[in-house]
């Protein structure tokens, strides 16, 4: 298997282009391209011609990186207007052995989806939680085990149709074509968590610059997904109004001073807030800097608290709590997340791969990286069912393929 894949990954601050080739099992990085993000706010697209130009400029840069012309990428989705929603089916067994089959699953999770989606939304995700065989709960895989009666649980996504046309549409004006949209948070978990955190139940909080981003695994499955809008942006926002400083200069204290926990400061430390044409430089103490963002870090993540705790007893997530995202780069705020979900956390850096690797090993590409490793892990699955497809009856080839396009969804 070698082909070369474009991941765009449509952030509030930055969009981020990585251009990758898929060797084998590998996954080879060729080229990186970022721009300033244009047009975008909150994950939503609100000037169609700004966010062309960046998401053009990022891709250029990335071309050139690598002298490869990109003509189709995959993309990501965020935003308080995608909802996650848990739904389940059923389905009675009907062959003679009882054998549950391909088939069968395959009708558990149709029904499973047959829920009251809005008009004006659109599926974009199935993913399987677990399946329950004769009340046999937590059952992963169900093909081949004998059973009557068959569950089958899964977490949807869906989003405003309007919300997914727009990103078509600007991809499109750039002569690009999208082969699939990734949500967000489903992305940054497949670069930044490894399968004993899935299975031991853990909550990836994607921090953002306009949004944050949030998901919750039990027992290996999306349990729970949802978007704030609230990002590292108010971070900034809030210096720039305690110290009233520029937008601009608010934000490079943040990155260059910035710190959530305010324990670990020294009370009598100083910065310099750097001069404007209109302001002289002046000096302010660490601790009220810290203060001020430790603060807000708090809020957000109480809200996200609150919001869990009505749907799962967070205590039993031994996975703990893994931050990615720009928003993660800030200093402490792995000790501020210990101490309102009362669980272990850690930062999650994307896993490197060949090549560029060292250039996005940072949080801020977790969405971009794990938009690769979601379509490798696809492209490797479909590899492997048309292989065994070759040796299946024309029956039985149609019954696959209406399968692969779930399937592809629940690696």
């Known amino acids: 298997m070698m082909n070369i894949v474009c991941a765009v990954d449509l952030g ?44 053009k400029e990022a891709i250029s840069e990335a071309e050139k990186m690598c002298g490869i012309t990109i003509q ?35 009708k558990a999770v149709e029904n499973a989806t047959n829920i009251n989606l809005q008009s004006d939304y659109e599926i974009i995700h199935v993913l399987s939680r677990e399946y329950i065989v004769d009340k046999k709960k937590r059952v992963t895989d169900p093909i081949g085990m004998p059973g009557f009666r068959l569950e089958s649980i899964v977490h949807i996504v869906s989003a405003p149709k309007i919300q997914i046309n727009n990103i078509y549409k600007v991809f499109s004006k750039l002569g690009l074509k999208v082969n699939d949209i990734i949500l967000n948070s489903i992305a940054s978990s497949e670069s930044v ?6 299975n031991a139940g ?17 027992d290996g499955g999306v349990f729970h997904t949802f978007s704030l809008p609230l990002g590292s942006v108010h971070l900034t926002s809030d210096l720039e109004y305690a110290f009233k400083i520029p937008f601009q200069i608010a934000e490079f204290v943040k990155r260059r001073d910035g710190i959530a ?22 000096f302010v103490h660490l601790i009220d800097l810290a ?10 993540f109480e809200i996200i608290f609150k919001i869990l705790k009505k749907r799962i007893d967070i205590s039993v997530l031994r996975g703990g709590v893994i931050l990615t995202g720009g928003g993660s780069l800030l200093q402490g705020t792995e000790i501020v997340a210990e101490k309102i979900f009362h669980l272990p956390a850690r930062i999650g850096n994307p896993h490197r791969l060949k090549g560029l690797s060292s250039e996005i090993s940072s949080p801020e590409y977790a969405t971009a990286v794990g938009i690769l490793e979601f379509i490798f892990k696809q492209n490797l699955l479909k590899n492997e069912t048309n292989e065994g497809i070759k040796k299946l009856s024309s029956k039985d080839k149609k019954i696959i393929h209406k399968l692969k396009s779930w399937i592809s969804e629940n690696i």
């Open 291 to 300: 203060l001020v963002l430790e603060s807000r870090v708090e809020e957000i």
């Open 12 to 55: 509030s601050s930055s969009i981020k282009v990585i251009i990758a080739r898929f060797i084998g099992m590998d996954i080879e990085i060729l080229g990186i391209g970022r721009s300033e993000s244009r047009g975008i706010k909150n994950a939503e697209i609100l000037n169609m011609e700004h966010v062309c130009t960046s998401i």
């Open 261 to 282: 926990t305010r324990d670990d400061v020294d009370p009598t430390e100083k910065v310099e807030i750097p001069s404007t044409i209109d302001n002289p430089k002046k």
């Open 193 to 198: 968590l490894n399968e004993d955190e899935k």
């Open 72 to 106: 189709d990428v995959y993309t990501n989705i965020s935003g308080v207007n995608v909802k996650g929603e848990n739904s389940m089916g059923i389905y009675v067994i009907s062959n003679e052995d009882r054998i549950i089959t391909k088939q069968d699953v395959s």
């Open 202 to 218: 853990c909550i990836l909080i994607d921090f953002g610059f306009g949004t944050t981003d949030v998901i919750v695994y039990v």
